[in-house]
């Protein structure tokens, strides 16, 4: 999608593309050996919070249809990106909060061995709200980007 795609209609100036810029060489055959690049929970929780959920919020949509694909994943060598599923959860609640009609659609997440992983940022964000405020990439274990246990994202039991 192109940045002049601006939407049509009603929804006029309310579709939004980030394009962000990694700079990285795909390599499609041996996706394992390409680089992931520094973009994060931060950078889309900020975009997120700044730019699309005010339009969203602005456009009150009666329902919202997520097209959920977890090319970004921290595993998943696609999207070059290191999305944690406490960002994938962090981004369901808040558009469940904008619109209580949510429709989530699987589509993408390549990597099959950590799909489920991220998914359940999705499923655990609609059945039981938000994580903690304040969780970030460097939250967790200090090399999380490569730890498989993720336990202790989204507990919803009181310390």
């Given at each position: 999608?192109?940045?002049?795609?601006?939407?049509?209609?009603?929804?006029?100036?309310?579709n939004?593309?980030?394009?962000?810029?990694?700079?990285l060489?795909?390599?499609?055959?041996?996706?394992?050996?390409?680089?992931?690049?520094?973009?994060?929970?931060?950078?889309?929780?900020?975009?997120?919070d700044?730019?699309?959920?005010?339009?969203?919020?602005?456009f009150?949509p009666?329902?919202?249809?997520?097209?959920c694909?977890?090319?970004?994943?921290?595993?998943?060598?696609?999207?070059w990106?290191q999305?944690?599923?406490?960002?994938?959860?962090?981004?369901?609640?808040?558009?469940?909060?904008?619109c209580?009609?949510?429709?989530?659609?699987?589509?993408?997440g390549?990597?099959?061995d950590?799909?489920g992983?991220?998914a359940?940022?999705?499923?655990?964000?609609?059945?039981?709200?938000?994580?903690?405020?304040g969780?970030?990439?460097s939250?967790?274990p200090?090399d999380?980007?490569?730890?498989?246990d993720?336990?202790?994202?989204?507990?919803?039991?009181?310390?």
């Amino acid at each position: 999608m192109l940045p002049e795609n601006v939407g049509a209609g009603k929804g006029k100036y309310h579709n939004v593309n980030i394009a962000w810029e990694t700079g990285l060489v795909v390599d499609e055959l041996n996706r394992e050996k390409n680089t992931l690049s520094e973009l994060g929970n931060n950078e889309y929780r900020y975009a997120c919070d700044t730019l699309l959920f005010p339009i969203v919020e602005e456009f009150a949509p009666d329902i919202v249809i997520i097209s959920c694909g977890f090319d970004g994943g921290i595993h998943d060598y696609l999207g070059w990106s290191q999305l944690s599923p406490l960002l994938y959860g962090y981004m369901t609640h808040k558009l469940n909060q904008i619109c209580e009609k949510v429709l989530v659609v699987q589509e993408g997440g390549y990597n099959v061995d950590f799909l489920g992983m991220h998914a359940s940022g999705v499923v655990n964000a609609l059945i039981y709200g938000p994580a903690p405020d304040g969780l970030s990439q460097s939250d967790g274990p200090k090399d999380w980007r490569q730890q498989e246990d993720f336990s202790w994202i989204g507990s919803t039991e009181a310390d």
